[in-house]
């Protein structure tokens, strides 16, 4: 991610509807499938907005592998968050019963990514993510934000089945987004040349309070079984337990 939105995100994260609506989603499932207060890792976790939430279940350690993400963390006065990479996280293995990956996998070598994942997660560990859905959807917001891939409902259930996980839940998410998303995303195309807004900008405190509710009809679709199609996915998996 280019540096300079990592201070969007830290002022945006609390507020903006993707961030909130991601975010309450994600609790949900922790509450769901966490039996206990767990040890949780929050890889890619940005500026720590995740890491606070998250605190209420357990024990929750965060990295990420730019320093920006680390100073804004500092900020909120997080302790548990060191820089690494998610291709190989500086832990030992089997020391978390959870670990969250929130439009991360995207960034980085998923093989790779997902193998130290599976070293770090206890056995039936659970792993929940988000990554940004359909190629067809890439655009130079995923240029700036430095994006390798985007990802389909079938693709993304073969790489984590191929890496050692049982998917319990998958849907895509934010289907409402989808005609927007190319409208505006080919509006900007065409008039901002040399510099590309950032997409999470709250251009309406009204629009936000409007979207965020519909995400919030939506995640109950999601939760009773999956929607066909979105701007993003969500999957929630397990380690199998044979997995070394």
């Known amino acids: 991610m280019q540096k300079y939105l990592y201070k969007d995100l830290y002022e945006l994260e609390e507020k903006h509807w993707w961030h909130e609506a991601k975010r309450n989603l994600v609790n949900f499932f922790l509450s769901h499938y966490l039996n206990k207060?767990?040890?949780?890792?929050?890889?890619?976790?940005?500026?720590?907005?995740?890491?606070e939430s998250f605190s209420r279940f357990g024990e929750?350690?965060?990295?990420?592998?730019a320093s920006e993400a680390i100073t804004f963390c500092k900020q909120r006065g997080l302790?548990?968050?060191?820089?690494?990479?998610l291709e190989k996280i500086p832990f030992l293995k089997n020391s978390f019963d959870c670990i969250t990956a929130l439009d991360v996998l995207e960034h980085v070598d998923d093989?790779?990514?997902?193998?130290?994942?599976?070293?770090?997660?206890?056995?039936e560990?659970?792993?929940?993510?988000?990554?940004?859905?359909?190629?067809?959807?890439?655009?130079?917001?995923?240029?700036?934000?430095?994006?390798?891939?985007?990802?389909?409902?079938?693709?993304?259930?073969?790489l984590l089945k191929?890496?050692?996980?049982?998917?319990?839940?998958?849907?895509?998410v934010h289907s409402f987004l989808i005609l927007p998303t190319i409208i505006i995303r080919a509006f900007k195309n065409l008039f901002y040349k040399n510099y590309y807004p950032s997409d999470f900008k709250l251009s309406s405190k009204i629009i936000n309070f409007l979207l965020y509710n519909i995400s919030q009809i939506e995640k109950i679709f999601i939760i009773s079984s999956s929607l066909p199609f979105g701007t993003s996915l969500v999957a929630v998996a397990k380690k199998n337990y044979e997995t070394n």
């Open 125 to 158: 560990g659970l792993l929940i993510i988000t990554v940004p859905a359909y190629p067809r959807l890439w655009s130079r917001w995923d240029e700036v934000l430095q994006h390798k891939r985007r990802y389909t409902k079938s693709s993304l259930k073969k």
């Open 37 to 51: 207060k767990s040890k949780i890792l929050d890889v890619g976790c940005g500026t720590g907005r995740n890491i």
């Open 79 to 85: 302790k548990r968050v060191v820089r690494g990479s």
């Open 162 to 172: 191929g890496n050692g996980f049982k998917i319990i839940k998958i849907s895509y």
């Open 60 to 65: 929750v350690w965060g990295i990420d592998y």
């Open 111 to 123: 093989q790779k990514a997902l193998k130290e994942i599976i070293r770090v997660l206890k056995p």
